[in-house]
């Protein structure tokens, strides 16, 4: 194809070097007759608005000459092209692989670029500025799950927690109070819970409601892929709540339930009471609260039933000396979003729609066995033998949460 001398010289009217361009790309043209030009507008962080080249094509790393400028131009100023501020540390990391490669650099893993437009971006966000919401964006920076993790504070100034975190900063987390900063989020964790004092229960329920009529759907909205994990209380009322108001699948709307019940419990039949269980796991399920009931996995004859009642109960004596402060509900919180963002397919003890098991009926959530992957919950560990008892309880559960939420106002 012919060089276009004068349509790129008109391309490049407002251009300050377009002669000495015309010249290197009349160049590049006797070996790469295929490539194409045009000018486009870019957007910068000053709100400036600038024309420049673009050039479409393969040029191999051999060729040394305007690519390697136009490299450090761009590194002087980034574009922001369609990228939020915080992705300007990739902007600068993927130019500087670039420029490895015009300087012929054949180890294209070193930066693990080579797969740059596979890579999948681990986002989450945390919904709720107190010091629950402060535990999670601990508990997760942490254990380094996320590649970015927005803290969604939505209430008047800064106090306490979030005052620190202001100060000192935490890698890749980004405190914001717009919703829409948590757009494409992989796990979006509600910890939002009102704080009502001389009002009935029913009367704080509805307060979160109100909250959450005005957050759901539109954190729904920015991210409708992602799996919501509730953490608000009461989390079995607040969960179908979650997932009345949103429209995402049930698979996708889960409470943090009875995972710390569950992995407590575990570590104290484990650890403390020193019991040979054989790898039988063991399950907190149900309502939390006094409620809760344990159950047990695996086959029977690897341990009696009733050596399991008197063992879990011992268990569950010790357990509810515990406490749950909001750091442990954030190290809870944060084993559950190991497992949904890493695609474990772990089994957690989470509220999920129990509706169809042990004989319920109804639209509530409860805690139950569940086996977390990156796209929710996949599979309900179902009981294989019979279990009057924890029927009875979980039917119990069932009936005065159902009759809790018919008085809500969604």
């Given at each position: 194809m012919d060089f276009d001398c004068e349509g790129l010289r008109r391309l490049l009217c407002k251009y300050k070097f377009r002669d000495l361009t015309v010249e290197e790309l009349k160049n590049v043209n006797m070996f790469f007759p295929h490539f194409r030009y045009s000018m486009d507008t870019y957007v910068f962080k000053d709100d400036s608005q600038k024309d420049l080249l673009n050039f479409t094509g393969t040029i191999p790393v051999m060729y040394q000459g305007l690519i390697k400028e136009m490299i450090a131009k761009f590194q002087e100023e980034l574009p922001l092209y369609s990228l939020s501020r915080s992705d300007e540390a990739r902007q600068v990391d993927l130019l500087a692989y670039i420029a490895k490669i015009t300087e012929g650099v054949s180890d294209i893993n070193s930066k693990n670029w080579a797969n740059y437009e596979n890579k999948t971006v681990k986002k989450i966000t945390v919904v709720g500025g107190g010091e629950l919401g402060v535990a999670c964006t601990l508990a997760i920076s942490a254990k380094g799950l996320a590649d970015r993790l927005v803290l969604l504070d939505l209430?008047?100034?800064t106090k306490g927690g979030m005052m620190d975190l202001h100060i000192f900063n935490l890698p890749n987390v980004?405190?914001?109070?717009?919703?829409?900063a948590s757009a494409h989020s992989n796990v979006v964790i509600f910890t939002v819970n009102s704080l009502g004092n001389s009002q009935s229960y029913l009367d704080v329920v509805q307060r979160n409601v109100d909250m959450?009529?005005?957050?759901?759907?539109?954190?729904?909205?920015?991210?409708?892929?992602s799996v919501l994990l509730v953490a608000s209380q009461p989390v079995e009322v607040m969960t179908y709540v979650a997932w009345k108001l949103s429209a995402f699948p049930a698979t996708r709307v889960i409470g943090i339930g009875c995972n710390l019940d569950s992995q407590r419990l575990q570590y104290i039949i484990t650890n403390v009471l020193k019991a040979q269980t054989s790898g039988s796991p063991v399950w907190v399920i149900g309502e939390q609260g006094e409620d809760k009931v344990t159950k047990w996995g695996g086959q029977e004859e690897v341990m009696s039933r009733n050596a399991q009642v008197q063992l879990s109960g011992r268990a569950m004596e010790l357990l509810r000396e515990k406490g749950q402060r909001s750091w442990s509900v954030g190290l809870s919180v944060a084993d559950l979003v190991d497992s949904l963002i890493n695609d474990k397919k772990k089994v957690h003890s989470v509220s999920v729609l129990a509706k169809g098991y042990y004989d319920i009926n109804s639209e509530v959530f409860l805690s139950l066995p569940c086996i977390l992957g990156a796209s929710?919950?996949?599979e309900v560990i179902r009981s294989t033998g019979k279990e009057d008892r924890v029927t009875e309880k979980l039917q119990g559960s069932a009936s005065s949460l159902h009759d809790l939420q018919q008085q809500l106002k969604l």
């Open positions: 209430s008047e100034g980004e405190i914001s109070k717009d919703p829409s959450f009529r005005a957050l759901v759907p539109a954190l729904g909205h920015h991210s409708p892929n929710g919950v996949s």
